[in-house]
């Protein structure tokens, strides 16, 4: 027997509904249309829409309720009661003599809403889009509340396993302004960082006010090849206006985590402090794990390395502090791409006059919950964790921030 291998027709559909009714097994409808008992059968299951006899967590959804003796419909041996008549016969429950006492799950099948279905998914074919309009909704409402916090659709993806497109396939839907209904376009998109040496930078020369002997970016190198045991700290200032306040930077390498320390003065005795403060928290030895090594900048702030080296107090060494070749803000790019994620919270020209070092911890908690590829989908708080443990976290005052609380809008700090 050959079958019509036409796509189904509304009137088509209406028979399909109508033997249903009648408690027609699906053999004889694919025979009534000439169509395939499969064909016939995925039309049923891909369209029908299911119904609860009880509450959403009814225990009479699950086959394994007997066992478990509670159920609330979301563990991973979920199985859906079976019925012989509806999923092996009819395939819906339309027309059946026991639906008012059947205490199962129930689905219909109607005509006009498997022919919407239809339309809409061609419609989405047609244009590239592997999305019926169901899923699309049902993607828009998990992503673009999460994008419009400032998440990335990296992170996202890792957060969100459910998700099934790719990170590829979610920036082009975006690109073709399917989301632009809930308010998502590309401007609404974490810029991706590429960090250039400008030509004007490379030609540009700058006279050496400090004494960088023995503590250059080549000595970093021979260092870190000597001693391959320390962790590298990269250091930094990040700031809006000339006069202040001022954020000091650190991102611990090996893990990602950046933390930071709001000053009013941009001197190296205002900065070195941070240092005190560290190692009077943490103790020598954690001290030692976390900024025995730094590499910054040769910014006029970090211009005294004795005073970052040299515990003042003791005047014993606690750190051994290296500095970037004049320009080359590239030879530390890991604290440098990290300040996007400041800038998309604290927008350039802002006034800082209201910030707070509790506010800045939290904005940093949040930073630090963002998972990383670098990190193998790993939060940089995951990563710090696992290697100093949270005892230190909670010191430094970095909380971990659930997934789909992550924000990284001006409105988180509310300066």
């Known amino acids: 027997m050959s079958f019509n291998g036409k796509h189904l027709s509304l009137e088509d559909r209406k028979i399909i509904e109508e033997n249903i009714n009648k408690g027609l097994r699906k053999f004889e409808t694919a025979k009534e249309l000439n169509k395939s008992q499969s064909t016939i059968g995925k039309e049923i299951k ?54 008012k006492s059947c205490k199962k799950t129930k689905y219909f099948y109607y005509a006009n809403i498997a022919q919407k279905n239809y339309e809409y998914s061609l419609k989405d074919s047609r244009q590239g889009v592997n999305l019926n ?53 590309n401007i609404d998109l974490r810029r991706k960082v590429v960090r250039k040496i400008s030509r004007k930078n490379k030609l540009k020369k700058r006279s050496e006010s400090a004494d960088y002997t023995g503590r250059k970016y080549d000595d970093y190198i ?21 006069e202040g306040p001022y954020i000091q930077t650190f991102i611990f390498e090996n893990t990602g985590l950046m933390i930071g320390r709001l000053k009013q003065h941009k001197t190296s005795e205002e900065m070195s402090n941070s240092l005190n403060y560290f190692q009077e928290l943490l103790g020598d030895d954690m001290y030692q794990k976390l900024f025995g090594l730094l590499l910054t900048d040769r910014g006029s702030e970090f211009a005294k390395p004795q005073l970052f080296e040299v515990n003042t107090e003791t005047g014993e060494i606690r750190s051994n502090i290296f500095y970037c070749d004049a320009q080359m803000p590239s030879q530390k790019p890991h604290v440098e791409n990290n300040h996007e994620f400041i800038r998309d919270i604290i927008l350039k020209k802002k006034s800082m006059s209201n910030l707070t070092q509790d506010k800045l911890d939290l904005m940093f908690s949040h930073i630090n919950s963002l998972p990383r590829k670098s990190l193998g989908g790993k939060t940089p708080y995951e990563a710090f964790e696992f290697f100093y443990g949270k005892d230190t976290l909670d010191k430094l005052n970095i909380q971990k921030i659930k997934e789909d609380e992550v924000t990284l809008q001006p409105y988180l700090l509310n300066l």
């Open 46 to 99: 891909n369209n029908r829409k299911r119904r609860y006899s009880q509450t959403e967590d009814s225990p009479w959804k699950c086959k394994h309720y007997k066992d478990c003796k509670v159920c609330i419909g979301k563990c991973s041996d979920f199985e859906e009661v079976p019925c012989f008549r509806r999923d092996r016969f009819i395939g819906a429950c339309n027309g059946c003599s026991e639906i």
């Open 222 to 242: 021979e260092f870190v090849k000597n001693n391959p045991t320390y962790a590298t700290t990269e250091m930094d200032t990040v700031y809006n206006h000339q």
């Open 133 to 185: 309009t169901t899923e699309l909704f049902e993607l828009a409402h998990i992503i673009c509340p999460l994008i419009k916090q400032g998440q990335s659709i990296y992170t996202i993806l890792q957060n969100h396993k459910e998700i099934t497109q790719c990170e590829k396939t979610i920036y082009t839907y975006i690109e073709m302004g399917l989301f632009k209904d809930w308010g998502v376009t």
